[in-house]
């Protein structure tokens, strides 16, 4: 971005088995300093589509976003499913690397297409909602395109500021959202980058075979399961199905993490999201895509009153964020917060607990939907109380003297109290994100039951913890969504599916036993990078506040040992 350079490079050999997460970790790894001003010049952001991106494998339109977070001063990845990931892969790129930053304020795109990257200026959008600019460019550039974007948060490189893909219907609506990666963006002050796919060669596979048999394995055991199958939860009730299971299990955190229960759950739960759209008609939908090629389906799209899009999609994180978090039980409100959240371009989840905070402070009562969208109207603003806010819980709290500050490395932790769930609790403790329920998902296990019920308030869990992690960092670099591993704990051929498919794009003989050594070898640098850039063990652990308030229903506290959670990666 310093002069506006692009060039081409042959993939390295050692990069050649590697794709999402595990790819952009790995050069992160190789080529940022651990130490750089996440904001500065020396910092880099990788976009890199998973192995089977961009082929017929189901459910497997996953991008991943990395660079040092300037949330937590540490290694990001965050991931998000859209047909952006997609179209850069039947391009035949294995990542899009972004480094220095340009002398003066202008703002730029770039635009990928089979015959080069073209840099265009784009400073007519700057200070625009997402929603228009996005219509905008869709019209310039014909809506086959594909579309990144950072929104007015990310221009003013706030760290709760997410990078922005388009859906199915080419809204601004999916979002690898975590860690302030927006931010790193605007750093750069590189707005969208525009894919262009007409004319693709498509994604290589090595073994054709072998890859349609891994593919019908999976595709199967998608099909086969409860909660991943055509109108099963996920399908029929999104994301939000979990709104009444959390709370029935006392771990749905309430008013800024004081309660595991929310009286208002039933308001915004999944099923009602599903009544909604039934009763309003219009354009609400329940089993939408995020992109193309997905067998699950847990998006939506949620109705007004008339009919008319609220927004799309309200999953579960951010119901919970901009709900029961903030106890504000109406859905239509919910559905204005997450349309103004997808407009400013920032992260739902850090934005809700944010807010908690905020009221926590006394800036908002608990409860009041109209006070906390007149809060996030401040970041669009750009005024000091919104420049606050738009850098996250942590930075909040600290301003004002909240002591309750749900965060781990500085990220807010997502829907799940770890007081009463203490497998996901470890996984926010040590997972090198900071507080990410995606990094090591034992609610698969803890709560829904999948691979074998586990008692929620055990704290022997480092294996469990440990097990999921090193999996999940495969599920990541294969490029599959996350949600695949609901069926595939209870489905043995499932994962060999997966397995499989990856062999035949790389042409590699992996084994599900390599599962667990790619995602360590992929953990490992991860955990490396964070050493250098200051982290040890004191950083893995929870907030005091939690170890001596009592969580109702079930009134404990966290009380795993540190020594269990150094225990998770001391192999």
């Not at 966290?558 to 150094?566: E, G, I």
């Amino acid at each position: 971005m310093t002069d506006r350079d692009s060039c081409w490079e042959d993939v390295p050999e050692k990069y050649k088995h590697l794709g999402g997460r595990g790819l952009t970790s790995s050069i992160l790894c190789d080529e940022v300093d651990p130490l750089c001003h996440a904001l500065g010049p020396n910092n880099k952001i990788i976009f890199a589509p998973g192995i089977v991106t961009g082929t017929s494998a189901a459910s497997s339109g996953r991008i991943s976003v990395g660079a040092k977070s300037p949330l937590t001063g540490g290694i990001k990845e965050a991931n998000a499913g859209t047909a952006w990931s997609q179209s850069l892969a039947r391009l035949g790129i294995k990542a899009v690397v972004v480094e220095g930053s340009p002398s003066n304020d202008n703002w730029w795109g770039i635009l990928i297409s089979k015959d080069g990257a073209t840099f265009f200026a784009v400073d007519e959008y700057a200070g625009m909602g997402l929603y228009q600019a996005y219509a905008k460019l869709f019209e310039r550039y014909g809506k086959k395109v594909d579309i990144m974007g950072i929104g007015i948060a990310g221009e003013q490189k706030m760290a709760l500021a997410g990078v922005c893909f388009n859906d199915i219907d080419n809204r601004p609506s999916r979002y690898a959202a975590r860690g302030g990666l927006g931010a790193v963006l605007g750093s750069k002050h590189l707005k969208f980058i525009i894919v262009d796919g007409e004319g693709a060669p498509g994604v290589e596979i090595n073994n054709k075979e072998i890859f349609k048999t891994g593919c019908k394995k999976l595709n199967e055991a998608l099909l086969n399961h409860d909660v991943t199958k055509p109108g099963g939860g996920l399908n029929s009730l999104g994301t939000a199905i979990l709104v009444n299971i959390l709370n029935e299990a006392g771990g749905l955190p309430t008013r800024n993490f004081r309660e595991g229960r929310f009286g208002g759950a039933s308001k915004i739960s999944g099923e009602t999201m599903a009544e909604l759209c039934e009763k309003r008609g219009g354009v609400g939908t329940m089993g939408h895509s995020c992109h193309p090629g997905c067998i699950i389906k847990c998006s939506n799209v949620i109705p007004k009153t008339n009919g008319d899009e609220l927004v799309s999609s309200l999953e579960y994180e951010t119901a919970w964020a901009l709900g029961a978090n903030c106890c504000i039980d109406d859905l239509d409100t919910i559905g204005r917060l997450t349309r103004i959240c997808n407009d400013l371009g920032i992260d739902t989840i850090e934005t809700g607990v944010t807010l908690g905070v905020s009221m926590e402070a006394g800036l908002a009562e608990f409860g009041d939907g109209e006070k906390a969208i007149e809060l996030l109207e401040q970041i669009r603003q750009g005024t000091a109380l919104g420049r606050i806010f738009g850098n996250g819980a942590a930075a909040t709290a600290k301003i004002f003297g909240v002591v309750r500050c749900p965060t781990v490395k500085g990220q807010a932790m997502p829907a799940y109290d770890p007081r009463a769930i203490k497998g996901i609790g470890i996984t926010y403790a040590v997972s090198t994100m900071g507080a990410d329920h995606t990094a090591g998902y034992t609610i698969a296990s803890e709560i829904l039951g999948v691979g074998g019920k586990v008692d929620q308030l055990d704290i022997d869990k480092v294996e469990l913890v440990r097990n999921f992690h090193y999996t999940t960092a495969f599920i990541d670099t294969a490029g599959h969504c996350l949600f695949i591993a609901l069926a595939i704990l209870d489905i043995t051929s499932g994962i060999e599916g997966m397995v499989e498919e990856c062999n035949g794009v790389l042409g590699t003989n992996w084994k599900i036993e390599d599962i667990a050594r790619i995602g360590k070898e992929i953990i490992d640098r991860e955990r490396a990078f964070n050493t250098a850039a200051g982290f040890n063990t004191a950083d893995d652990r929870l907030p005091e506040f939690m170890k001596y308030e009592k969580l109702p229903p079930h009134n404990v506290v966290w009380d795993v040992p540190d020594k269990s959670l150094d225990a998770v990666f001391a192999q």
